[in-house]
Nanobody, 119 residues
Framework: QVRLVESGGGLVQPGGSLRLSCVTS????????MGWYRQTPGEERELVAT???????NYADFVKGRFTISKDNAKNTVYLQMNSLKPEDTAVYYC?????????????WGQGTQVTVSS
């Protein structure tokens, strides 16, 4: 059974920092690309950052220079370090695992963790 469990969300003041974690089980973690996405009520889920199985990273323009995605293959965990947080970063943050074979694409999602940036 595949499980992705996010943690680390919470309430933080503008300018503050949080580190999100996503622990996975049931997948060969090192073979998966991992990503963080976020969603606010009434809006589409949007990409925040991704990291490939080889460690290459990609960021949405609105988080470049503030957020850092990383992973620890030994712990089957992906992280999102969020600095200089803004009120507009308030959202539910989701972790996603993705891999492809010749015949299929596999996407797995976590349940999400709430991040609220407010004074």
């Amino acid at each position: 059974q595949v499980r992705l469990v996010e943690s680390g969300g919470g309430l933080v003041q503008p300018g503050g920092s949080l580190r999100l974690s996503c622990v996975t089980s049931g997948i060969i973690f090192s073979a998966f690309a991992m990503g963080w996405y976020r969603q606010t009520p009434g809006e589409e889920r949007e990409l925040v950052a991704t990291i490939t199985s080889g460690g290459s990273t990609n960021y949405a323009d609105f988080v470049k220079g503030r957020f850092t995605i990383s992973k620890d293959n030994a712990k089957n965990t992906v992280y999102l370090q969020m600095n200089s947080l803004k009120p507009e970063d308030t959202a539910v943050y989701y972790c996603k695992a993705n891999t492809r074979t010749v015949i299929a694409t596999y996407d797995y999602w976590g349940q999400g963790t709430q991040v609220t940036v407010s004074s």
